[in-house]
């Protein structure tokens, strides 16, 4: 098993192999969901069925916990000028994204990219774009300190926390060396592991529901794997487990012009060669409410953004009634969060 493992991770191979490698065989990506910290809340003829694998009920995190990195994660304190929370550019009711080409930071600016989901970034294998953070817990420190973000510094964001009572005396109870940075990072990085999204129709049709999802739809995900979209978006997740370059079948950048920094992707962090243009696949779950798509926020529609994928990264012609039933198909990836729609 422990040699299998290795050679699906890559164990023992630089980031730029990994990044450069264009697929993950299903063999392999059906093997490590089964390997992974959630999978034995899945229904095991599910992982052996599809490349898709439902979300699970829950991911069980700590209360006291959670409900600190609630109320952090709509606290606008940690900003340096109390302007902007977490939940500023991940509104929950617009999908866990603001909408915009680029969210405006603590002092009007726009980002650099456009804001990821937050939605069930618990599942993700690195944070960010470009997958600059490891963890749920290291994102929290990079969107603090980051001068458009938040801009803040540690030692002024625990002087406001711990001298909040609530905070104080919630803190104390919940870690037992009370306010710290760690335990703040640590509380917002709980509390954002149980925004995940489970009972989409899309799941429960895994689940064995043959009803949960229509003919049209089952139409649409039959194309999504025939053309290869499943390559890259599959797992738990929908995407979320893998870097990939943007632009494998067609020079994607040069096309649309105007090129940013932004746009090295994960070149930006590793300064290899290889990685240029090379992002994180995102999660596709929840992906109908969640435009404009890409970092660049390029494409406006869900539409557009298929037709993107087709032409770059797939280099395939689809018919326009194809591409429609694989649009059918990514609206059944929508999910409820707290139980509800």
Not at 213 to 224: D, H, L, R, T, V
Not at 276 to 301: G, I
């Amino acid at each position: 098993m422990d040699q299998q493992k290795a050679r699906c991770t890559g164990a023992g191979k630089g980031a730029r192999e990994m990044a450069a490698v264009p697929r993950l065989s299903l063999r392999c990506g059906l093997l490590l969901v089964a390997m992974s910290a959630w999978a034995p809340t899945l229904a095991f003829s599910a992982l052996l069925d599809e490349p898709i694998q439902p979300i699970p009920l829950s991911l069980k995190q700590d209360p006291a916990r959670a409900e600190i990195g609630r109320s952090l994660f709509h606290d606008p304190r940690l900003s340096i000028n109390n302007r902007v929370s977490c939940a500023s550019c991940h509104d929950l009711k617009k999908g866990g994204a603001d909408g915009r080409d680029h969210s405006l930071g603590m002092d009007g600016r726009p980002t650099d990219v456009n804001t990821p989901t937050v939605l069930n970034s618990a599942f993700n294998f690195r944070q960010f774009w470009n997958g600059r953070s490891p963890s749920l817990e290291d994102q929290v420190d990079h969107v603090v300190r980051n001068p458009t973000e938040m801009g803040s510094k540690w030692d002024e964001i625990i002087r406001r926390v711990a001298g909040d009572p609530k905070y104080k005396s919630a803190f104390a109870a919940a870690y037992k060396d009370g306010v710290t940075q760690v335990n703040i990072q640590s509380a917002l990085a709980t509390y954002e592991r149980t925004l995940i999204t489970p009972n989409a129709r899309f799941d429960k049709y895994l689940r064995g529901d043959v009803n949960a999802i229509s003919a049209a739809e089952k139409a649409g995900y039959a194309k999504f794997k025939q053309y290869g979209c499943v390559a890259c978006h599959q797992g738990v997740n929908v995407g979320g487990n893998m870097f990939q370059k943007f632009g494998i079948m067609g020079d994607y950048f040069g096309k649309r012009g105007n090129p940013t920094e932004a746009d090295l992707g994960r070149y930006l962090v590793t300064r290899v060669e290889a990685d240029r243009h090379v992002f994180k696949v995102p999660s596709l779950r929840n992906v109908a409410l969640t435009a404009p798509y890409f970092h660049d926020a390029s494409a406006k529609t869900l539409e557009d953004a298929v037709d993107v994928m087709f032409r770059y990264q797939l280099g395939r012609v689809a018919s326009k009634e194809d591409k429609e039933a694989i649009v059918r198909f990514l609206h059944t990836l929508t999910g409820e969060l707290d139980a509800k729609p």
